[in-house]
């Protein structure tokens, strides 16, 4: 049985980031990272939009707001001294109606607040910033930039195992228990495509370790892992797939950096917009429609056991109540083309059907509490020797590195 200070279940950017940031505040800790995909970051993380978010729609002195501009800084320096490309391209927040203007300035108050670069400006300096852009008034935020998670995971991952962290692959965890003073992690080997840049995977058969603490980052499981762990979770992880369209290379032209609309302020999602990639395409989304698995990337996608367990839970029962409109709007840009592009239009009036070609799309872990409420902030919950992050939603990939060091400086005392 290998035995570890620390055991982080998770190989996405938040997990990666945590086992960075506790193996550089103590060398010589002993560490190890496990995944149950054969690869790293291949969910949430791989199927990330790229953006180097600001911080601004986050409430002033929430841990998003903190986390969002200390990771962004973290961010930025690591990407530079890795040599992985980031462009700050700016964005802007484009109010198309009169009825959306007084939120539009919420933001604005709430960028200055966390001490976001943005300035609020006219049609003409909208023009000016985007010339195909809708809009009366806008936010334009020029230090919002893009790169790719992708490559920043691959080089978390690299120094983990320079600083003789272990990260093991291809072990789904099933169970948690306590023995001593310490956690005992079963893992049984688990199936899936291999990545060819991450060697260490499992080679068959279960694995049991022993750490003095266990983080676990789960993402779309962090419920099931908590309670795993002895601990009632907060909330249930519901899960949203974002779909996206992609500008054909002759439209790319029609949006210069970020473009997006005033967000619905009930909801942690951003509404559907358009986003330049580090690769130099344009991505045109999401929507957020209820997915029919929790790895459900495709419509066709469906885990029964996994939708019955959304459907039953009383908190999803009472959101889908309470807000039904919302949801029947999204399902129906899921499956009308052309109402997902009239929404792209009221941003971008130009945007044709010609110019757009499927892609890939997401599923977002969104944090559900028993009385129907979406959690609309990074939320952690403790027992014992386990510490669980059960809600990690956008902007934790560009947060990361600050939310290890939140996880790194609760983890201290029993370290």
């Not at 300035?119 to 909208?126: A, I, K, T, W, Y």
Request: proline share 7%; aromatic share 6%; glycine share 12%.
């Amino acid at each position: 049985m290998e035995h570890s200070d620390v055991l982080v279940i998770g190989g996405g950017i938040v997990g990666l980031a945590t086992a960075l940031r506790l193996l550089e505040r103590r060398p010589g800790r002993t560490l190890t990272l496990v995944e149950k995909e054969q690869g790293l970051a291949l969910h949430q993380t791989g199927h990330n939009s790229g953006v180097v978010h600001s911080g601004i729609y986050y409430r002033p002195g929430s841990l998003k707001a903190k986390t969002c501009r200390e990771g962004k800084r973290a961010l930025e320096d690591f990407c530079e001294r890795e040599g992985i490309a980031l462009q700050r391209c700016g964005k802007v927040i484009t109010a198309v109606s009169e009825p959306e203007l007084p939120w539009l300035e919420e933001l604005h108050r709430r960028g200055r607040a966390n001490g976001v670069d943005c300035r609020m400006v006219g049609p003409e300096e909208l023009a000016e910033i985007e010339p195909h852009a809708a809009g009366i008034r806008a936010v334009h935020v020029p230090e919002t930039g893009i790169t790719d998670f992708r490559q920043v995971a691959d080089r978390m991952a690299a120094h983990i195992r320079e600083a003789g962290g272990r990260i093991r692959l291809g072990l789904r965890v099933t169970g948690l228990s306590r023995d001593g003073e310490a956690m005992v992690v079963e893992t049984r080997t688990s199936g899936g495509p291999a990545a060819p840049r991450d060697p260490e995977r499992s080679a068959g058969g279960g694995q049991a370790f022993r750490a003095g603490r266990v983080v676990n980052c789960a993402g779309l499981y962090s419920d099931r892992l908590t309670r795993l762990s002895g601990t009632p979770p907060p909330a249930r992880i519901v899960p949203f797939r974002g779909e996206y369209y992609e500008l054909v290379p002759g439209a790319g032209h029609l949006v210069r950096g970020l473009l997006y609309p005033i967000p619905d302020p009930r909801f942690p999602f951003l509404g559907v917009h358009l986003t330049r990639t580090i690769e130099g395409g344009v991505e045109c989304g999401p929507n957020a429609v209820l997915a029919f698995a929790r790895e459900g990337y495709r419509k066709t996608d469906i885990h029964p056991a996994e939708l019955w367990e959304t459907l039953t839970y009383p908190g999803f029962l009472r959101l889908a109540v309470r807000h039904w409109r919302m949801g029947t709007r999204e399902m129906w840009r899921s499956f009308s083309r052309t109402a997902f592009l009239r929404a792209l239009q009221r941003l971008l009036p130009a945007i044709t059907d010609e110019d757009l070609v499927p892609a890939p799309a997401g599923v977002r872990a969104q944090a559900v509490r028993r009385d129907g409420e979406l959690v609309d902030d990074f939320l952690f919950e403790e027992g014992g020797k386990v510490l669980n992050v059960c809600n990690a939603p956008s902007p934790a990939a560009t947060a990361c590195l600050s939310i290890g060091d939140v996880i790194a400086e609760r983890l201290e005392e029993g370290l």
